[in-house]
T-cell receptor, first 114, second 111 residues
Framework: ETGVTQTPRHLVMGMTNKKSLKCEQH?????MYWYKQSAKKPLELMFV???????ENNSVPSRFSPECPNSSHLFLHLHTLQPEDSALYLC?????????????FGPGTRLTVT | KNQVEQSPQSLIILEGKNCTLQ??????????LRWYKQDTGRGPVSLTI?????NTKSNGRYTATLDADTKQSSLHITASQLSDSASYIC??????????FGAGTTVTVRA
């Protein structure tokens, strides 16, 4: 058990739907992250939050909207997605956003956009 | 642009055999390098971390090496087991805290 949970584990949605991904960490960490993982490609960092404040947005399209109500919870709101957005979305947390600190990953949400 | 290249993309080995995965990077200035293991359907889990001054680090049957001069790292798996079947990801951290991820090497261990 990594201490980072994600729901749902699988999601199929149409391009006109609105859905949300949820992430919760039970490790007392201050930083949380959203990553996109596509087959055969490196993980792509999407957003970084530190103490609930967004510190990084890696030029992510506005159809992805993050929300961090507190240091333990992170959401990714999805709307009008495209088929190329189908991927594994990973949430992670760490004690500190500096690179030396290990990031602990959740199991991911497998998203399919039809 | 900071990059991390891993090879091979995939490999198949027989149970009990050894294998070595490669990671070359261009990240600068360098802070640390971490190897992650990602089982199917799971998130990545850290295996080892090495800073500039370390050239080898072990975690059970996993041994990582680092040559900061040539910007190369390797992950050696000894006496492979079926549970070693996974994707192994090399992650390099720059001094500005940015992380650069490799695409991973998929290892399949067969009985």
């Amino acid at each position: 058990e990594t201490g980072v949970t994600q729901t749902p584990r699988h999601l199929v949605m149409g391009m006109t739907n609105k859905k949300s991904l949820k992430c919760e960490q039970h490790l007392g960490h201050n930083a949380m992250y959203w990553y996109k993982q596509s087959a055969k490609k490196p993980l792509e960092l999407m957003f970084v939050y530190n103490f609930k404040e967004q510190t990084e947005n890696n030029s992510v399209p506005s159809r992805f909207s993050p929300e961090c109500p507190n240091s333990s919870h992170l959401f990714l709101h999805l709307h009008t997605l495209q088929p190329e957005d189908s991927a594994l979305y990973l949430c992670a947390s760490s004690q500190d956003p500096r690179g030396y600190y290990e990031q602990y990953f959740g199991p991911g949400t497998r998203l399919t956009v039809t | 642009k900071n990059q991390v290249e891993q090879s091979p993309q995939s490999l198949i080995i027989l149970e009990g055999k050894n294998c070595t995965l490669q990671c070359n990077y261009t990240v600068s200035p360098f802070s640390n390098l971490r190897w992650y293991k990602q089982d199917t359907g799971r998130g990545p889990v850290s295996l080892t971390i090495m800073t500039f001054s370390e050239n080898t680090k072990s975690n059970g049957r996993y041994t990582a090496t680092l040559d900061a001069d040539t910007k190369q790292s390797s992950l050696h798996i000894t006496a492979s087991q079926l549970s070693d079947s996974a994707s192994y990801i090399c992650v390099v951290s720059a001094s500005d805290y940015k992380l650069s991820f490799g695409a991973g090497t998929t290892v399949t261990v067969r009985a």
